[in-house]
């Protein structure tokens, strides 16, 4: 039930949007309605999902001193871990462009730009810091990738209903969205210290 | 004889474009106000969340950043004529990756605390949009010292705001300025045992009987906190510029 767990503690307690505020700029550009933010949140889980497992392969066989190299070569870990990321996301782009022609015309720009989405690369710098394993890594690219996409979607839903309200002309839009986050953030830091592996052991 | 008429080639001087004109000033001081590209062009939130908690991280941060938008602007703007297009993308990430890695390299070397708790977010500049931003933008298609200012210039606007919420939320959470650097300030105290505070909000000493009751805001320890205020800057930057209003 570890993998549970950390699927768990990914998708909700540390959130990678509202509790490390990560993958921001993606975030607030495409909650505009909740169609896009669907499809990007779908992306974005589909790519942690496979580059988690084959960034712990590259850090762990290649760039680690016990790796076939030998050699402690983990400084390379940066330049290695984004071009795996951006030939992923290559590869979902041309899948999402042969599956859902509508759904790659109206994601636009942002599908290229879930390479340099922060939460892709801190995902995986987070995996090396916290030295998963193999099946742990891809449960928490999975879990993280989850969270996230509820996070999109519950954002853009309240900026579609939002914009009927009586916000001040200056905070419309972009202020309001940061706003929103913030407390969005605050309902999720009540969640924070649970831990589903004392909860689950406890029954 | 056939007459011949020696014709000179028309020769235009260029004028020489002075080193820091008017048109590199722009470059840098636009990013401050109108082009921010924190608080207009939405770029680069994700690190300006999670290290203004402490205002020297933020220091160490802005410096990070000035340092790799200003230099892979320079380097991509003089490969910017020779990269295939279907590689773009890939080179311009291999050349911010050296740089960050440079950057953590120098951190880890000279600097091993600020390292420490930075961690993630150094190798998170690589995926700053700032930079691929700036990048894409303006360094793929000028010529390599105007890309250059060009990035110094947004890595400065971005490294004001970070400045800007990083004092707030130290000084209204914590009390202090600079906190964990060798120039420590203490700002507000809440007791008495704490001498060197300027300003000692417990009830008992004289000039705190004033400000008496405040103790240190821990909203401002929140992330959260940071996008509240760069919310509200948001908003006070638009009052101003009526033409930034969304009108959706």
């Known amino acids: ?59 762990e066989w290649l760039l680690s001193e016990n790796g076939i190299f030998g050699m402690d070569l983990t400084f390379l870990r940066f330049i290695l871990f984004i071009a795996v990321i951006a030939s992923m996301v290559q590869l979902v782009e041309m899948i999402v462009e042969k599956v859902s022609p509508a759904l790659y015309t109206s994601l636009g720009i942002f599908l290229p730009l879930i390479t340099v989405n922060c939460a892709i690369l801190g995902g995986s710098l987070f995996m090396v810091s916290r030295e998963y394993n193999f099946t742990e890594s891809i449960a928490f690219g999975l879990g993280g990738g989850f969270g996230w996409f509820l996070a999109i979607i519950a954002i853009a839903a309240i900026r579609e209903k939002i914009r009927y309200s009586n916000v001040p002309p200056a905070l419309r839009g972009l202020g309001m969205a940061f ?25 | ?47 300006a969340l999670a290290v203004t908690s402490l205002v020297y991280p933020s220091v160490v941060m802005a410096i990070a950043v000035v340092f790799v938008c200003g230099f892979s602007s320079l ?57 691929m931003g700036r990048l894409e933008a303006y360094a793929m298609a000028n010529r390599p010292w105007r890309a250059f200012v060009d990035g110094l210039g947004n890595g400065v606007g971005y490294g004001v705001i970070l400045i800007i919420v990083a004092v707030i939320r130290e000084v209204f959470g914590k009390g202090t300025l600079f906190a964990g650097s060798p120039i420590q300030i203490n700002i507000i105290g809440a007791s008495n045992d704490e001498i060197g505070y300027l300003i000692n909000t417990a009830a008992e000493s004289g000039f705190g009987s004033l400000f008496a009751g405040y103790y240190n805001n821990n909203l401002m320890v929140l992330p959260a906190a940071a996008m509240f205020i760069i919310g509200v800057l948001i908003w006070i930057q638009r009052s101003y510029r009526p033409t930034l209003v969304d009108v959706s």
């Not at chain 1, 607030?28 to 933010?37: D, E, H």
């Not at chain 2, 890939?90 to 605390?113: C, G, H, S």
């Open chain 1, 179 to 203: 706003i929103l986050t913030g407390l969005m953030g605050i309902a999720f830091m009540s969640l924070m210290g649970i831990d589903p592996a004392a909860l689950t052991a406890g029954k």
């Open chain 2, 75 to 131: 380097f991509t703007s003089l490969v910017r004529n020779k990269i295939p297009k279907q590689v773009r993308m890939i080179v311009q990430l291999v050349i911010i990756a050296t740089l960050v890695t440079i950057v953590e390299l120098t951190l880890k070397r000279f600097n091993y605390p600020i390292y420490k708790q930075l961690s993630v977010y150094i190798g998170l500049i690589i995926t700053n949009c700032i930079v």
């Open chain 1, 1 to 59: 039930m570890e993998l549970f767990n950390i699927f768990i503690k990914a998708a909700f307690i540390e959130n990678l949007v509202l509790a490390y505020f990560l993958g921001m700029c993606s975030y607030l550009a495409v909650s505009k309605t909740v169609t896009t933010a669907f499809g990007l949140g779908l992306a974005v889980i589909f790519v942690l999902g496979i580059t988690m497992p084959i960034n712990w392969i590259i850090s």
């Open chain 2, 1 to 47: 004889m056939a007459e011949t008429t020696a014709t000179t080639p028309e020769v235009t001087v260029k004028e020489k474009e002075p080193l820091f004109g008017k048109a590199e000033k722009k470059l840098l001081l636009d990013p401050l106000g109108d082009t921010n590209p924190i608080t207009i062009q939405v770029l680069g939130i994700c690190s």
